[in-house]
């Protein structure tokens, strides 16, 4: 295969990448994203304060350009996010306790249900976990309305549309050792043996030098796959440049590749001068559009 997204279908995974609207007039930029890629990650037109910027005011412009385009070119779509503590709109931010509850699960209704048939797995929860030691849920508004807020959001979501994969979505939970992605695993394990539907694990997995890609990593989407949900790599970008960087992306892959439940691969951007790390070149393509150390270590390794 000579694209990403061939060549993780030959095993029956996908290759996908962040979009931003903004960017779909690039010529450049598209020609990438048609050529390569075979799943599309909405970069923030699906976050709360895009899709509902007032009260029961929904929009859904900006997120329809990308779905209907990746649609339109045969590439699915992750949806991200239905509920978070960040992007929230701010007639959300400062709202607790039943209204809030109630103003989120309509979001998670509402928008899952517009979308309803054309998302293959959707971010349900993001970022719900403390960093550091605690192993506990970070402390937010919507963790403020009870600690049942999160399989409330993962039933609305199902409900109104069964027939996407439901993930819970984080970072910093790629290390098995780390406090944060023990926590996740027994939030996890819970609702498995709940019955509150989870269908996938997101782990971002956004790497640089002071959080690198861990030595464990492969054990830890074995693990989180044991429990019996699909694990995806969801936002992944790795700083630094050269034969360093590009042997980083060869271990993620590899990792991805020996799990049979890791489907998939996204990354967080198309080209360095697109990512959100402003400084960090951790992408795939340079700022012209050429492909990196990095793209061909991935080919070979898919
Ligand atoms: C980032 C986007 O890339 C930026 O454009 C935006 O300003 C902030 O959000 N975790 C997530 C993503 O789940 O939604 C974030 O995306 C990066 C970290």
Request: aromatic share 10%; proline share 3%.
């Given at each position: 295969?000579?694209t990403?997204?061939?060549a993780?279908?030959?095993?029956?995974r996908?290759?996908?990448?962040?979009?931003?609207?903004?960017r779909?007039?690039?010529?450049?930029y598209?020609?990438?994203?048609?050529?390569?890629?075979?799943?599309?990650?909405?970069?923030?037109?699906?976050?709360?304060?895009a899709?509902?910027?007032?009260q029961g005011?929904?929009?859904?412009g900006?997120?329809?350009?990308?779905?209907?385009?990746a649609?339109?070119?045969?590439?699915r779509v992750?949806?991200?996010?239905?509920?978070?503590?960040?992007?929230?709109p701010?007639?959300m931010?400062?709202?607790s306790g039943?209204?809030l509850?109630?103003a989120?699960?309509?979001?998670v209704t509402?928008?899952?249900?517009?979308?309803?048939?054309?998302?293959?797995a959707w971010?349900?929860?993001?970022?719900?976990?403390?960093?550091?030691?605690?192993?506990?849920?970070?402390d937010s508004?919507?963790?403020?309305?009870g600690?049942?807020?999160?399989?409330?959001?993962?039933?609305?979501?199902?409900?109104?549309?069964?027939?996407?994969?439901?993930?819970?979505?984080?970072?910093?939970?790629?290390?098995?050792?780390?406090a944060?992605?023990?926590?996740v695993?027994?939030m996890?394990?819970?609702?498995?043996?709940?019955?509150?539907?989870?269908?996938?694990?997101?782990?971002?997995?956004?790497f640089?030098?002071?959080?690198?890609?861990?030595?464990?990593?492969?054990?830890?989407?074995?693990?989180?796959?044991?429990?019996?949900v699909?694990?995806?790599?969801?936002?992944?970008d790795i700083e630094?440049?050269g034969?360093a960087?590009?042997?980083n992306y060869?271990r993620?892959?590899?990792?991805?590749?020996?799990v049979s439940?890791?489907t998939g691969?996204t990354?967080?951007g198309?080209r360095?001068?697109?990512?959100?790390r402003?400084?960090?070149?951790p992408?795939?393509f340079?700022?012209?559009g050429?492909?990196?150390?990095?793209?061909?270590?991935v080919l070979?390794?898919?």
């Amino acid at each position: 295969a000579t694209t990403l997204g061939a060549a993780a279908q030959q095993s029956g995974r996908y290759f996908g990448t962040a979009v931003a609207a903004g960017r779909m007039g690039d010529s450049t930029y598209m020609g990438i994203l048609n050529r390569e890629f075979d799943m599309v990650t909405a970069e923030n037109e699906m976050k709360m304060d895009a899709t509902e910027p007032s009260q029961g005011r929904f929009t859904y412009g900006n997120a329809d350009r990308i779905v209907n385009h990746a649609r339109s070119r045969g590439m699915r779509v992750r949806g991200h996010a239905l509920a978070w503590h960040s992007q929230q709109p701010g007639w959300m931010q400062n709202m607790s306790g039943s209204a809030l509850r109630n103003a989120m699960l309509n979001h998670v209704t509402q928008v899952a249900t517009y979308y309803r048939g054309k998302i293959y797995a959707w971010d349900v929860v993001n970022e719900a976990f403390a960093d550091g030691s605690s192993g506990a849920r970070r402390d937010s508004n919507l963790q403020r309305t009870g600690n049942d807020w999160i399989e409330a959001a993962f039933r609305a979501a199902r409900a109104a549309d069964p027939g996407a994969k439901l993930c819970y979505n984080d970072y910093n939970t790629d290390d098995w050792s780390h406090a944060k992605t023990q926590a996740v695993y027994r939030m996890v394990q819970d609702f498995k043996a709940r019955g509150v539907p989870i269908d996938c694990v997101g782990l971002q997995s956004h790497f640089n030098a002071q959080s690198p890609v861990p030595s464990n990593y492969q054990t830890t989407l074995q693990n989180f796959a044991n429990l019996g949900v699909d694990v995806q790599i969801t936002e992944l970008d790795i700083e630094g440049s050269g034969s360093a960087q590009a042997s980083n992306y060869d271990r993620v892959t590899r990792a991805c590749l020996a799990v049979s439940r890791c489907t998939g691969i996204t990354v967080w951007g198309i080209r360095d001068s697109d990512s959100w790390r402003a400084y960090g070149t951790p992408l795939l393509f340079d700022n012209n559009g050429n492909k990196k150390p990095a793209y061909t270590s991935v080919l070979n390794a898919l």
